[in-house]
């Protein structure tokens, strides 16, 4: 099975609602660069990367697609089989640039699993479960407001939020995580997520402010640095997830002791082969973590699906996909959907999900 052509879509996702807001950024529509890889027989395989915006991360989406042109023609003609004979293709095309390796990277498990006639989730070590949990993001808003969809979410069958706090007065984040326990109290449980705009002393004024509330703090502070002074000197475990920018990153992280657990990206690690080696890491240091990705539609919600179902589920923190936040799918007849807090692993072959014909037009580069 040989690659024939890599074809390449731009879609533009809207954020429902008008503004998803974090601490460091408002974003209010999404560009995802979408690959297919079809082979010499006629599968196609697809796969995805969506960066949320291009100040969150060091990635862009015109930096994905600049990065895929160089790549793909040294991969036309290559087999499909080995996956990390690519990886060493790609590699030996262009240095670095994981989160655009990353949307290949996927393409070629769907195809493979297509091949073999297997969820992409057997690639990757077996699935443990055919249902995973998922998280709701609560953006950056007032106290109550925010409490008042929390609890919503929670009799909606979600058992994580995930609230977003930073780039505003400590007092209203103190608030808004008060307000938040006082709505849903044990019933879900809470990562409070700096998205990086926080100092360390702030940091620490919040946790002694909120000691009674129990929640994980998720990447409070810019760096690994600074987030590893605040260890011993906070009441909460602390989780990265912006810093962890490359299986390196999570090495480090974990042999030092800073993190207690992780928020991990699937296209900022490079894809899915390589978050299997992370999950292992963390298997091996009983470190929880999420299976999650910046923003995207129905192709990159479904492996982080597939990788979520090989966790163990008692230290999986849940797959975060962007549904509640976009309208519509790639794929109307096996959507990838969040239902009662939870996301049913697709059992078809390959990611299990196949866009419909036509629906992104014309690609807007082609090779091979």
Not at 184 to 211: E, P
Not at 318 to 324: D, L, M, N, P
Not at 338 to 359: C, N, S, T
Request: hydrophobic fraction near 40%; glycine fraction near 10%.
């Amino acid at each position: 099975m040989r690659i024939k052509t890599i074809n390449v879509h731009k879609v533009l996702l809207p954020v429902k609602g008008g503004i998803y807001r974090m601490a460091s950024d408002d974003v209010q529509s999404l560009d995802s660069t979408l690959v297919e890889v079809v082979t010499e027989e006629g599968l196609a395989g697809w796969g995805e990367t969506c960066p949320i915006g291009p100040v969150y991360q060091p990635q862009h989406a015109l930096g994905a697609r600049a990065a895929i042109a160089e790549i793909a023609p040294g991969l036309i003609g290559q087999q499909v089989q080995s996956i990390r004979l690519l990886a060493k293709r790609m590699d030996e095309r262009l240095n670095g640039h994981g989160y655009a390796k990353a949307a290949l990277d996927i393409a070629f498990l769907d195809l493979l699993g297509q091949q073999l006639g297997v969820p992409v989730s057997t690639l990757l070590g077996g699935a443990l479960t055919d249902r995973v949990e998922s998280y709701y993001s609560l953006i950056v808003g007032e106290p109550d407001e925010t409490a008042r969809i929390a609890a919503d979410k929670v009799r909606s069958g979600y058992p994580r939020l995930q609230v977003k706090i930073g780039g505003r007065s400590l007092e209203q984040d103190v608030a808004t995580v008060r307000k938040v326990w006082e709505a849903v109290g044990f019933k879900a449980r809470i990562a409070v997520d700096g998205n990086r705009g926080m100092t360390v002393a702030a940091a620490m004024q919040l946790s002694h402010l909120c000691q009674s509330v129990p929640f994980v703090l998720e990447q409070p502070c810019n760096t690994m640095e600074e987030v590893a002074t605040l260890k011993g000197r906070i009441s909460h475990p602390v989780y990265l997830d912006e810093s962890t920018e490359d299986q390196n990153a999570v090495l480090r992280a974990i042999s030092s002791g800073i993190a207690d657990g992780f928020g991990f990206k699937v296209t900022r690690l490079g894809g899915l082969s390589k978050m299997t080696t992370v999950r292992d890491m963390c298997a091996i240091r009983s470190l929880p973590h999420s299976c999650d990705d910046a923003w995207g539609g129905d192709i990159i919600a479904a492996a982080c699906t597939h990788l979520a179902s090989t966790v163990e589920p008692r230290r999986c923190e849940g797959a975060w996909i962007a549904q509640e936040y976009i309208d519509g799918h790639y794929d109307s007849t096996n959507p990838i959907r969040i239902v009662e807090g939870h996301i049913a692993v697709p059992q078809r072959p390959g990611l299990g999900v196949r866009p419909e014909p036509g629906m992104f037009g014309p690609p807007i580069t082609s090779h091979g």
